[in-house]
Nanobody, 121 residues
Framework: QVQLVESGGGLVQPGGSLRLSCAASGSIFNIYAMAWYRQAPGKQREMVAVRHSNTNTNYADSVKGRFTISRDNAKNTVYLQMNSLKPEDTAVYYC???????????????WGQGTQVTVSS
């Protein structure tokens, strides 16, 4: 199985920055996409950013130009650098990793436990 450990959430003032980290461990054969999602109270979970194994990235329109996703393949870790944070960025942020644990197995989606990000003055 694959375990995900997230860190880096917290309280920040509008305009501030935070960096989230998500480290994957376990019996990993291959990691495909690594992504960040978020869920605000009363809203559906939404994709924030995704980094594919071919280095292509996709961002939600609401975070383009402010957030940057990156990954360290040697450490099986994905990061989300969040700049110019706004109150509407307040949410629980979840890491999602598409990985296989044996050769020939299709990727399975693993989720982290979530980390709270609160943007408030």
């Amino acid at each position: 199985q694959v375990q995900l450990v997230e860190s880096g959430g917290g309280l920040v003032q509008p305009g501030g920055s935070l960096r989230l980290s998500c480290a994957a461990s376990g019996s990993i054969f291959n990691i495909y996409a690594m992504a960040w999602y978020r869920q605000a109270p009363g809203k559906q979970r939404e994709m924030v950013a995704v980094r594919h194994s071919n280095t292509n990235t996709n961002y939600a329109d609401s975070v383009k130009g402010r957030f940057t996703i990156s990954r360290d393949n040697a450490k099986n870790t994905v990061y989300l650098q969040m700049n110019s944070l706004k109150p509407e960025d307040t949410a629980v942020y979840y890491c999602k990793v598409d990985a296989s644990v044996v050769s020939g197995q299709p990727p399975y989606a693993y989720w982290g436990q979530g980390t709270q990000v609160t943007v408030s003055s």
